[in-house]
């Protein structure tokens, strides 16, 4: 299938290993943020989000930490698998929910097994 | 439940060619958007409906490209003629609705689109 990865910064870990992906966001008035993660050959998948009021937010395996002082956004995957091998992107929303999203540039993890 | 589905999934076409693109959205969903995703970049958003009007189309290439979602349900993107730079994946989105707290959007597989 085709990549989306191509020329995209890498990150590459071994399996069972954690995973921090960090991402950079442009407009200090964005309210909400969400990271998506996209395979080859598929549209981009919702995995969290958070919004700005806060700094932190746990999902399953997943974390994603929110510094607005610096406008700085991370995932973190904790053991990683084979299956989490993707490109990942962040987006950004806002200030209200009827702002569109943004998204930056994304990130190619690679699990190695 | 059924996710967004696209069609057609490839396409290949000369310069100013034209072509089109399908959408059904997750039944229910009353925003659509479509977007380009240029290889090695995030989506760009193009167009966005609530039901079957237009919200938003500024980044839409309005000399070449339409879109229409004319019942408020499916909706179509054309590109009239194509260029080079329009070599891209093509993404439908949908999302319950769009109100002033984030609504989840839920992407297609996208349309892969090469100009030659």
């Known amino acids: 299938g085709e990549s989306v990865g191509l020329h995209l910064p890498t990150l590459s870990v071994q399996e069972g290993d954690n995973s921090i992906i960090n991402c950079a966001y442009s407009?200090?008035?964005?309210?909400?943020f969400i990271w998506y993660k996209q395979e080859s050959g598929k549209g981009p998948q919702f995995i969290i989000d958070i919004r700005s009021n806060m700094d932190k937010r746990q999902g399953q395996r997943v974390t994603v930490l929110l510094n607005k002082t610096v406008k700085h956004l991370s995932l973190q995957i904790a053991a990683t698998q084979p299956g989490d091998s993707a490109v990942y992107f962040c987006?950004?929303?806002?200030?209200?929910?009827?702002?569109?999203?943004?998204f930056g540039k994304g990130t190619m993890l690679l699990v190695s097994p | 439940e059924a996710g967004v589905a696209q069609s057609p999934r490839y396409k290949i076409i000369e310069k100013r060619q034209s072509v089109a693109f399908w959408c059904n959205p997750i039944s229910g969903h009353a925003t659509l958007y479509w977007y380009q995703q240029i290889l090695g970049q995030g989506p760009k958003l193009l167009i966005q409906f609530q039901n079957n009007g237009v919200v938003d189309d500024s980044q839409l290439p309005k000399d070449r490209f339409s879109a229409e979602r004319l019942k408020g349900v499916d909706s179509t993107l054309k590109i009239q003629p194509a260029k080079l730079e329009d070599s891209a994946v093509y993404l439908c989105?949908?999302?319950?609705?769009?109100?002033?707290?984030?609504?989840?959007?839920?992407f297609g597989p996208g349309t892969r689109l090469t100009v030659l």
């Open positions: 989105a949908s999302s319950l609705a769009w109100t002033q707290f984030y609504n989840e959007q839920f």
């Open positions: 987006a950004e929303s806002g200030p209200s929910g009827y702002s569109t999203l943004t």
């Open positions: 407009n200090s008035a964005s309210d909400y």
